[in-house]
Structure formats: structure tokens, C-alpha cells
């Protein structure tokens, strides 16, 4: 889909960057995906949150991901764009929202969930993804890692305590 002069739209843009990581996270090429997806990255779920903060955290999220999908029994899965646009007056960002359908031969394992995701133009030209909330339960459906999770939950309540401060406190400054 293009837009005016031939530009391709934000829900073209969108689409190509679900359809890229989809297809690299199936396959195991984490190049792939750091070309379409930003370090760090921001993942939330109804139930646990995490930002990933390098490359060997993404591969483990990526092959994790992938394992739990498959403990499901599926051998595919597909995200479909809803709705994408450029922020109002930022053409280097891009909201929207699309579905995840968890498949085995086409049939749906699981209802489709809805995600909504911001995509920035990095300085050399690519969108990435760089935060991602699934509105979805990570506990019925492991798309961030439960030990990765609990890992870094520790690591930041280490660093508070260090600090003598509070998560609430940091939000404040």
C-alpha cells in the first residue's frame, strides 16, 4: 500500500515489520530481527513486563517464544495489522495495533489477541519496533520469558535498595 507520492503507508510500513519478525522469530534469525526490532525494547502483557537489553537477550526471549508456541502445538503464527499511523506531526514513528493468531495448520490453537506496538526510524532508515504490549495473560501464553522476567525484577528491586529509593520515586524525576 502507498500513500500520497508513492510513500508507503504507516499500516504498510507496520505490516512489513510483523511480517519480517514473525518470519525470523519462526525461523531462528536473530539478525533478521534486530534489523526490525530496536535494543532496547519494551514488552508488556497483561501480566509481566520486560525491556530487553541486548542481543543476547533477545535471542533468548526469541527461542523461548518460539519453544512455548510450540509447546502448543503450533507450527506457525501470523500477526495481521488493525490500524497504523504516523504520530501527528513525527513522520519517524508509528502506533498501532494488530492481532496474533497462534496456528497449526491454519486452525487457530488459542483466540487471537490483540497488541499494540510503536515503530521508530532509526538513523539508518529502518523501522523498528521498540515497545511492543500484548493484551494477553503471559502466564497462559509465555510470550516474555517467566525467568527473565523474575531476573530482572530482581535486578531493579537490588538497585533500589542500593539507591535507597523507591520505583515509585524514579517515576516522580
Not at 497483561?46 to 535471542?59: G, K, P, Q, T
Not at 507450527?75 to 488493525?82: A, E, T
Not at 486452525?107 to 506496538?117: C, G
Amino acid at each position: 500500500m502507498t500513500g500520497i507520492q508513492g510513500k508507503p503507508t504507516a499500516a504498510a510500513i507496520y505490516q512489513a515489520n510483523l511480517d519480517a519478525v514473525s518470519e525470523a522469530v519462526w525461523a531462528g534469525d536473530l539478525p533478521t530481527v534486530l534489523r526490525h526490532v530496536a535494543i532496547p525494547h519494551q514488552m508488556l502483557t497483561e501480566d509481566a513486563e520486560f525491556v530487553i537489553a541486548s542481543a543476547d537477550e533477545m535471542l533468548i526471549l526469541m527461542t523461548d517464544f518460539r519453544a512455548g508456541l510450540i509447546r502448543m502445538g503450533a507450527d506457525s503464527y501470523l500477526r495481521v495489522c488493525r490500524n497504523a499511523g504516523f504520530l501527528p506531526g513525527q513522520d519517524d514513528v508509528i502506533t498501532g495495533q494488530h492481532d496474533t493468531f497462534v496456528l497449526n495448520e491454519g486452525v487457530a490453537l488459542r483466540p487471537p489477541y490483540l497488541n499494540d506496538m510503536t515503530l521508530i526510524r532509526s538513523a539508518d532508515g529502518l523501522w523498528r519496533a521498540c515497545r511492543i504490549e500484548a493484551r494477553a495473560r503471559n502466564d497462559g501464553l509465555p510470550i516474555i520469558s517467566p525467568d527473565m522476567a523474575a531476573a530482572q525484577r530482581r535486578e531493579l528491586r537490588q538497585l533500589f535498595q542500593r539507591s535507597g529509593r523507591t520505583p515509585d520515586e524514579a517515576e516522580e524525576t
